[in-house]
């Protein structure tokens, strides 16, 4: 049985788990949001995504966190959605759907250390922009709509904002000891010296560039464009790597 958590959330032993079934994301649908709807399996690195076609016609996605996520975590995506979309009602990005106590997100434990956070948003619409034919004006549009994000975030706090992230390029250092892996001695060497130039050149500037939380994933997986106009952007999915970095490092 499921059973909403309140208050404090036991910490995971392990990123790793059990994928929720689609008749599983139906249930929760209809218990937690009252909303009756068919689910199919979305893909995802750990989390369990689906999405839901509603009875009225709606796309919806609901996410389930893997237990091995920082709450925090998931509690900065969450909020900072809502802000963004406070900040610009215009912004492609996707809305949350509250449940029917009106949470953002709520907790589900599924046994001892699995506790699961929750949510649910609208779906976007679109071509993934890998998929299309890239273009200058493609480019510059993504650009533009990158600019536009950073100014929705603008001004976002969250106590979670400083959190580690292998994906912040401040980090890029940590990356070092993984390329003892590597087989190929001129590979590894280059990325080393490349690695050392930006320690060398980049992170005793980190104090001077302009810092705030940024979306950190904006590829060609996250940017989704109008199928019949690939010039034209229609969304910007996934803000799970979100984190607070100089926003020059968003752009690269």
């Not at 649908?29 to 750990?46: F, M, N």
């Not at 106009?229 to 100089?246: A, L, N, Q």
């Amino acid at each position: 049985m499921l059973m909403a958590m309140q208050g404090s959330i036991a910490p995971a032993l392990t990123a790793k788990s059990e994928l929720l079934s689609a008749q599983e994301a139906v249930e929760i649908a209809k218990r937690h949001y009252g909303i009756a709807a068919e689910a199919h399996r979305l893909p995802g690195e750990k989390d369990s995504n689906f999405g839901l076609s509603v009875s009225d016609g709606r796309e919806l996605l609901l996410k389930v966190v893997n237990p091995g996520e920082d709450p925090a975590v998931t509690n900065m995506h969450t909020l900072a959605l809502a802000y963004v979309a406070s900040r610009d009602p215009g912004m492609p990005i996707q809305r949350i759907v509250p449940d029917l106590e009106g949470r953002l997100e709520f907790q589900l434990e599924y046994g001892p250390d699995d506790v699961r956070t929750v949510r649910m948003v609208t779906f976007t619409q679109g071509a993934l922009q890998r998929k299309t034919t890239q273009s200058p004006r493609q480019r510059r549009n993504a650009g533009a709509m990158l600019a536009r994000l950073q100014d929705g975030l603008l001004g976002f706090k969250h106590p979670a904002e400083a959190h580690f992230s292998t994906w912040d390029m401040k980090n890029a250092l940590h990356l070092k000891p993984m390329l003892a892996e590597l087989t190929n001695a001129d590979d590894r060497a280059e990325l080393i010296s490349w690695l050392d130039r930006f320690g060398e050149e980049v992170l005793p500037h980190l104090a001077s560039m302009r810092s705030q939380v940024v979306h950190n994933d904006l590829n060609s997986d996250n940017i989704i464009v109008d199928p019949y106009d690939t010039d034209r952007i229609v969304g910007i999915i996934d803000f799970g790597d979100m984190v607070k970095t100089p926003v020059l490092f968003d752009v690269a």
